[in-house]
């Protein structure tokens, strides 16, 4: 509803702008006293692998096995590398930051707990279907290394996950221990 203009009523809405102008204002009320700085902590979680490269832990593994030179990917984390061998198979490590192995989806398969040198562990065959299995390695309750692999030729989950913990194991001795 409109509001129309009467004789004698232009006090309201100088206050009604008044209120409004200070309700958007900075200012609090009160005495002003000092206070002592705040500390605050970064929300930002720590990255316990910023001193570690995804492809440096593959490398050594794949190198010997006749595996492309290795190249960083980004799909799972910022801290990826993926290579493969024509023919065979394409395998990669992700090292998570922000997820621990709770967090991972299983895919197409199914989460089977494991160890890995006393480390909480988890297998998860045929994670991209047929040919597939994904080693994942608990890095902490809120990290982890993923170790992955796709089988190109009619193998099994079973030789994927023979390759998948192969280069688990490789790489879990240079990850970092959580407190």
């Known amino acids: 509803m409109p509001l129309r203009p009467h004789r004698g009523s ?9 209120i409004a102008a200070s309700a958007c204002s900075s200012e609090l009320q009160g005495d002003a006293l000092p206070q002592a700085p705040t500390i605050r902590a970064s929300t930002q979680p720590t990255d316990v692998f910023k001193d570690l490269s995804a492809c440096g832990l593959l490398e050594p ?10 190249k960083v990917e980004t799909y799972e984390s910022d801290n990826g590398c993926g290579t493969a061998k024509r023919g065979y198979a394409s395998v990669s490590i992700y090292l998570v930051p922000e997820a621990g192995i709770d967090q991972l989806s299983p895919g197409q398969g199914t989460k089977v707990p494991s160890n890995l040198n006393g480390r909480d562990a988890v297998e998860i065959p045929g994670d991209a279907g047929t040919d597939a299995c994904t080693v994942a390695v608990a890095v902490g309750p809120n990290a982890r290394m993923t170790a992955s692999t796709t089988l190109e030729r009619n193998g099994t989950n079973e ?4 390759l998948s913990r192969e280069i688990a194991e490789a790489a879990e001795p240079k990850l970092p221990r959580s407190n």
Do not use: D, M, Q, S
């Open 10 to 18: 232009r006090i309201a809405p100088i206050a009604v702008l008044a």
């Open 159 to 162: 030789e994927a996950c023979a």
């Open 61 to 70: 593994t794949t190198a010997v096995k006749g595996f492309e030179p290795p």
